[in-house]
């Protein structure tokens, strides 16, 4: 999960999300969003491995709707 930190400089709490900071007010907030962060990478993560199980399989047509993000629709 990533990191919950505390800039004195700011008075505010940060979390990175890849290459972006995100701040927050309080401390609850930032614990929030470093879960949602978390969540969003193992989705990501699953949804890779779904896809690479597809196309071995040969059903490059599913894999290629499932990166598109046809599902979501």
Same mark, same amino acid.
């Given at each position: 999960?990533?990191?919950?930190? !505390?800039? =004195?400089?700011?008075?505010?709490? +940060?979390?990175?999300?890849?290459?972006? &900071?995100? +701040? %927050?007010?309080?401390?609850?907030?930032? =614990?929030?969003?470093?879960?949602?962060?978390?969540?969003?990478?193992?989705?990501?993560?699953?949804?890779?491995? &779904?896809?690479? !199980? %597809?196309?071995?399989?040969?059903?490059? =047509?599913?894999?290629?709707? &499932?990166?598109?993000?046809?599902?979501?629709?």
């Amino acid at each position: 999960m990533p990191a919950v930190n !505390y800039s =004195q400089k700011e008075e505010r709490y +940060w979390v990175r999300d890849g290459e972006e &900071i995100v +701040w %927050f007010d309080g401390p609850l907030e930032a =614990q929030d969003a470093a879960r949602a962060i978390e969540r969003k990478r193992a989705i990501s993560a699953e949804v890779a491995l &779904i896809v690479t !199980y %597809f196309r071995r399989m040969g059903m490059t =047509q599913v894999a290629a709707s &499932i990166e598109a993000g046809d599902y979501k629709k």
